[in-house]
C-alpha cells in the first residue's frame, strides 16, 4: 500500500494506539512517536543505535535519532503520509522488542551483568 493510502492518525488516535500496542513508554510530541532510552555509557549506546538502524533499514521506514553519552531519542513518523502511522506503531514495537530483550531466566544465555540498555523514564 502506498504511503499516501495509509490512515494517519489524529492526536486522540495515536495516544490509544500507544496503549493498545504496549508502547507504555512512548509518547506523542510535536506530531512525532518517540521514545528515550536511557544506557550504560557509549558503547552501549552505540550498539543500540545500530539495532534501531538495521530494524529501521530492513523495515525500509527511517527514524530520526538523537544521540548523546547514555541516551538515544528515536522520533517515528510517515513523512510521506504526513503524520504517523501503522508503520510507525509496528517499528516502535519492534524497536521496544529488541532494545529491552534479555534472556530468559534459567536459559543457556546468561545476559549481560551490566545495566545495559534500561527501560527508565519516558522523556
Known amino acids: ?13 495515536v495516544r ?14 510535536d506530531g512525532w512517536l518517540r521514545r528515550k532510552y536511557n544506557t550504560d555509557g557509549w558503547p552501549t549506546t552505540l550498539m543500540l543505535v545500530n539495532a534501531v538502524g538495521y ?3 530492513a523495515a ?5 535519532l538523537a544521540v548523546t ?12 503520509a504526513g503524520g504517523i ?3 510507525d506503531f509496528a517499528l516502535a514495537r519492534r524497536i ?15 545476559g549481560t551483568p551490566n545495566k545495559f540498555v534500561r527501560s527508565g523514564d519516558p522523556r
Open 85 to 87: 502511522t501503522d508503520k
Open 1 to 13: 500500500m502506498p504511503d499516501d493510502k495509509l490512515k494517519v492518525y489524529s492526536e486522540d488516535e
Open 96 to 110: 521496544e522488542d529488541v532494545s529491552l530483550w534479555r534472556p530468559p531466566a534459567g536459559g543457556a544465555l546468561t
Open 69 to 80: 553519552w547514555g541516551k538515544v531519542w528515536v522520533k517515528l513518523k510517515s513523512h510521506s
Open 60 to 64: 525500509w521506514h527511517h527514524a530520526d
Open 16 to 29: 490509544a494506539k500507544i496503549a493498545e500496542h504496549g508502547l507504555g513508554k512512548w509518547y506523542l510530541e
Open 55 to 57: 530494524l529501521c533499514e
